[in-house]
């Protein structure tokens, strides 16, 4: 089935903080943090609980929208009018609202007309549920046009006097328009070769993050057990990976989830493939959670390094414990 990614957008909020910033703040280094994650500086809202103006009505909203007109206005220079985009999917672990669902607010406030728009939570296997769900979506032929956004503004569950866990985080959204209109063909077979997820719960308490809002105040801190979290990603990435490809040619490209450069080197030396075919910025972002992959495909995009026809991987893993993946001809 023809599905193809054809726009994408991003954004990150305007204030950047270096590693310096942070050993400012509280007993951490640059050196520490660089050689331990490959994060050199992350943006964060400097205080996303007393927004103003355009971000008014929540950070995560008008970040997602942001980054969602970006890559609408993408689609639009190639061909696709906004009103023809019928799925609207949202992955974030950080509503600005218990509900109505962060999608629903992003689709009024971009112009879609009444589409089907819901959230989806699964920290940073966020966005490929979200991805998976709306290629499902579109090879049912119940919608032919989607917008999908990651995005996390982790600044709102950040306690800056955790360093194991504050200088691992940073805000943004990212956005992309898949497409299963055959007007956007142009002679390449794009499509889902290949999608997985997979769940393990008896490992919640791993990665875990109670409401505050539902749970009381006590329980809002972020609890990481990092070194399990950094196993579980080196053993299961490669396994999911190797799953996803079954035998098919080695892609072009790993676009794998953003929270460590050491997993990215791990993986890519589980499956003896050269770093350069696993491209990065979680030097310059860190992790923004369901917002990684979504992001880094903007940048490629933007680059010119998606090249029709050529296949990709698509790997998140995160809280849940959680894993996804998909193998994409582009
Ligand atoms: N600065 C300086 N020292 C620190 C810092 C810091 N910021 N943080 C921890 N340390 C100390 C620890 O206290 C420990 O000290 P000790 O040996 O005296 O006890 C020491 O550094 C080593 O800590 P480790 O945990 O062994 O360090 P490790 O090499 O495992 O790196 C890290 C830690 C970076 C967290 C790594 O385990 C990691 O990246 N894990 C994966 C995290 C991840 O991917 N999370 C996903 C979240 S996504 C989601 O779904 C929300």
Known sequence: ????IIATGSYVPERLVTNDELAGMMETSDEWIRTRTGIRERHLFEDPSAAVGAEAEGTTVSSACIAGERAIHMAEEKGLQRSEIGLCIVATCTPDAVF???ACAVADRLGLSAPA???????????LAAFNTAAIYLSSGMYKNALIIGVDVMSKLLDMSDRSTSILFGDGAGALVL???TRFREGSDSGVLKALLRTDGSR???LSCRS??????????MHMDGRAVFEF?????PRLITELLDGQPEPELYILHQANYRILEAVAKRLRQPMDRFPHNIERYANTTAATIPLLLDELMREGRLHDGDTTVMAGFG???????VLLRL
């Open 319 to 325: 809280a849940g414990l959680s894993l996804g993946g």
């Open 204 to 206: 919640g308490g791993v």
């Open 100 to 102: 109505p669902a962060t």
């Open 212 to 221: 505050a809002y539902l749970n009381g105040p006590e329980a809002s801190a």
């Open 233 to 237: 990603a080196v053993r299961e990435v």
């Open 179 to 181: 497409t299963s209109d």
């Open 117 to 127: 728009a819901f959230d989806l939570s699964l920290a940073c296997t966020g966005f």
């Open 1 to 4: 089935m023809f599905t193809k």
